[in-house]
């Protein structure tokens, strides 16, 4: 394998976002089913123009904006609306590989409250992948409407992550959003997601090979999680795996500063 | 740096191992999560009463047997109607403000001395051509964009492919194809962009070249301008009704080419079984018109028409350049257009329409600038201030009510403009499927224009 | 497939199912249960469009049109 894999896909978008001109002091990424208003909620966090539109899938072209929150500049990145991130769509593996290679601080998700429970699979794939998931419920003045009524705080306490109730076209819940991430990413505040338990053939396997798997990847990607996809057998997934480790190899870095703080909350690895 | 590869291919191998022997691992995992979705959602959703559900009675009418097909004519007809009548009159100020403005520089460049090329170069050139272009284009598109915009996240997109799914299944193709055309209507870059919305590569890539069958903002304003003089030509009296119900039927044209070739193209190049279908109809959404209007404004009609002038400017020049430069007695153009003119008369044209169009490449909206330019020789573009002017000059050019027709067809069917051609190139990252979207409509509208020209010929017509 | 069993294509307009399981394999099947089509998922026939096929189903709260080349992978047990 050449060095061509490096500076392709998710990585070529990585160098990009490094290199631009403002220098974030946290990468937000923004990840959500179709038709949530998650464009309506990037637009109103960063007052960057980018379209919104009903159509499911539609927004592909990875959109990136800042907005200065206390002090720190904050970079979000709106990744394409998908409904889960096992499938074989491009969209979702650009959802997919950002959230789990592209190291952002906290992922936000932006899900329909009027539809929770088909938003909540995509909710709880993210949750496996990193911690530092924030579930913006998006379009609650509308599930009002219809009368649905949502227990905010019973969410918060069975998910053990941080849910914020908005209504993004009249910029309801931003401000609560904005502080929700700043607590995630340079507060104390520390995230204990419910975990997900699989039949008992899969959570054996799953714990035969998740040790090596911590050792190979130096505890840099949740090894639980990778121990499932390699389960699974998704191909896309296992070829953005071998890129990644072609990427750590030479540099040998020490452990990254997000992978300390995610140890404080101790969730990768030692948690099933 | 073999060894983490190494470690890697181990694991996987003992992963499959595992996986093998349990069968259906991703079932168990999907299933897991949407249990265990259903189980929150189950304590912490309730539902007080139960509200109206305003979208399934609006759906009973737009996805209805009798309602779902006039509605969507009904809605497409307005948004034309709209955009062309609504159009005509800032494009008229703009023009005159434009074109007024060319004055002052001529001015500004005889105070300064600049020598005649120069002026001729940049400003007969050049600057007619964008003056041309933003006039022509800038208005429907404010127009177009808003309105398609409002459809669209309005919610009413989805429900229209929903409707004509059955059609292009047929074809071998995806029902989400349609919306990629409507937005074609606006722009064929813009259409071959939206095509992502299809999942499946082979029928995105069946989307993607037949998106130019569906005329363009750009060639608009020509096909409306031909069906005027096409009737003209044809009886002595006729109104715009008829003229309008031509250019619809230009439009439906486009679209049977559409389906036919996508058949063609399922059945040939991209042979395959059709991918899933899965589509989901949305919850209708008023949209908040002051951030529609922006976003329409910004991202696509601003964006559209950036791309449109800068590949006009340089063609302006070009096109000036090749008028003025004499060689024999005769501008290069006149040259081109003589070797040209064989070729043009075979398909119903005449040298100088083959040629406005290769040198339209660059952009559409600038084939019937350059073709009166090059009738009038004098070396630069203008705009006629009347159909009525325009149909003098072509009928002293020779033209008939079949080359009026050829026009419109060819306009239709050739090759797709530049910029759609490097998003193909973009989106396909293939050559080949680059070179393909050229050569079919180009085939196709060489074709059809012969067949038309022999036919009429042969009959006697002319 | 037992008597109470069937394709979800026959099932009426506004009847309920249950999904007993996803026939198709490959990247369609991965679709299907990406859209939360596993077993014991309820479906709903909501509408046909004018020419009768694709059909919309309520699936987990969305609005979801399949062609019948999908639905009829899908086999479901009947609720109403």
Request: aromatic share 8%.
């Amino acid at each position: 394998m050449g060095l061509t894999a490096k500076s392709t896909g998710i990585y070529a978008f990585l160098e990009d976002l490094n290199q631009s001109s403002v220098k974030a002091d946290a990468i937000i990424a923004l990840a959500g089913n179709p038709n949530t208003g998650k464009s309506t909620v990037f637009n109103g966090l960063t007052g960057l123009n980018q379209h919104t539109g009903n159509w499911p899938g539609k927004t592909v072209v990875l959109a990136k904006g800042n907005y200065l929150y206390r002090h720190k500049n904050i970079t979000l990145v709106d990744l394409p609306g998908t409904y889960s991130l096992l499938a074989n769509s491009a969209d979702e593996q650009v959802a997919r590989d950002f959230i789990c290679f592209g190291d952002p601080d906290a992922t936000v998700v932006v899900a329909d409250a009027t539809c929770l429970e088909r938003n909540l699979n995509l909710v709880l794939q993210v949750m496996e992948i990193t911690p530092k998931t924030i579930l913006c419920l998006n379009l609650i003045d509308e599930a009002k409407r219809k009368k649905i009524e949502i227990d905010i705080a019973a969410l918060e306490n069975i998910l053990g992550i941080p849910v914020i109730p908005t209504a993004a076209r009249d910029k309801t819940g931003l401000k609560e959003l904005r502080e929700a991430i700043h607590q995630t990413v340079f507060g104390k505040r520390c995230n204990h997601p419910k975990p997900m338990v699989y039949s008992e053939n899969i959570e054996v396997a799953i714990e035969k090979i998740q040790a090596e798997v911590e050792n190979l990847f130096q505890g840099r990607i949740n090894s639980r999680w990778v121990a499932l996809r390699l389960l699974d057998g998704d191909t896309t997934i296992i070829q953005e795996m071998r890129n990644y480790l072609q990427r750590m190899e030479p540099k040998d870095q020490p452990v990254s500063e997000t992978y300390k703080e995610v140890e404080c909350c101790g969730s990768f690895g030692s948690r099933v | 740096m073999a060894h983490l590869e190494a470690e890697f291919n181990r694991l996987l191998q003992l992963a499959q191992a595992e996986g093998s022997q349990m069968g259906t691992v991703r079932d168990r995992i999907v299933q897991t999560i949407y249990r265990e979705a259903q189980d929150i959602a189950e304590k912490a959703v309730k539902l007080k009463g139960k509200a109206e559900d305003v979208d399934r009675m609006i759906d009973n009418v737009v996805t209805s047997k009798i309602w779902g097909y006039p509605l969507m004519l009904a809605l497409l007809s307005v948004v034309f109607w709209l955009t062309i009548s609504g159009a005509n009159f800032p494009s008229a100020l703009l023009a005159e403000f434009l074109f007024g403005l060319q004055d002052q520089l001529t001015a500004l460049f005889q105070w300064a001395g600049a020598p005649d090329w120069l002026h001729g170069v940049l400003v007969l050139g050049m600057y007619r051509a964008l003056a041309w272009v933003v006039s022509v284009m800038l208005p429907p598109m404010a127009i177009f964009f808003p309105l398609f915009t409002f459809l669209e996240d309005l919610g009413y997109l989805p429900r229209v492919a929903f409707n004509l799914d059955k059609l292009f299944k047929k074809a071998g193709a995806h029902g989400k194809q349609i919306l990629t055309m409507c937005m074609g209507f606006g722009c064929n870059a813009a259409g071959v962009i939206a095509c992502r919305i299809i999942e499946s590569p082979r029928e995105r890539l069946i989307a993607i070249l037949t998106n130019n069958f569906v005329p363009c903002n750009g060639r608009f304003p020509t096909m409306i301008a031909m069906a005027a003089i096409f009737m003209g030509l044809l009886v002595s009296n006729y109104n715009s009704f008829t003229a309008s119900a031509l250019v619809a039927g230009v439009v439906v044209l486009g679209v049977s080419v559409t389906l036919a070739v996508s058949w063609i193209l399922s059945k040939t190049l991209l042979k395959g079984i059709p991918s899933t279908f899965t589509l989901e109809l949305p919850p209708y959404r008023i949209p908040k018109i002051g951030s529609l209007l922006i976003r329409s404004v910004f991202d696509r009609t601003l964006f559209v028409m950036m791309r449109a002038v800068v590949v006009a400017a340089p063609a302006g020049m070009v096109a000036w350049i090749l008028a003025n430069i004499q060689i024999g007695g005769l501008s290069i153009l006149a040259h081109l257009a003589g070797w040209l003119q064989g070729f043009g008369c075979a398909i119903g044209l005449d040298g100088f329409i083959v040629l406005a169009f290769l040198l339209g490449l660059p952009a559409n909206e600038i084939v019937v600038p350059i073709l009166i330019m090059s009738y009038l020789a004098e070396g630069a573009m203008v705009e006629l201030d009347s159909i009525e002017a325009l149909r003098e000059l072509l009928v002293n050019n020779g033209w008939t009510w079949l080359t009026a027709l050829n026009m419109m067809l060819f306009s239709l069917l050739h090759f797709p403009c530049a910029t759609t051609l490097l998003t193909i190139r973009k989106e396909t990252q293939s050559l080949k499927w680059t070179v393909l979207a050229a050569l079919i409509p180009t085939g196709i509208a060489i074709a059809v224009c012969f067949v038309v020209a022999q036919i009429v010929r042969g009959l006697g017509l002319f | 497939m037992s008597a109470a069993e069937f394709e979800l294509t026959r099932l009426p307009v506004g009847k309920r199912a249950e999904v007993v399981r996803v026939g198709s394999v490959g990247s369609m099947r991965n679709r299907l249960l990406d859209l939360g089509l596993v077993p014991s998922t309820v479906v709903e026939a909501v509408r046909k469009s004018p020419a009768g096929d694709p059909v919309a189903y309520k699936i987990r709260g969305a609005v979801i049109a399949l062609r019948s080349e999908e639905s009829r992978q899908i086999t479901v047990r009947s609720l109403d």
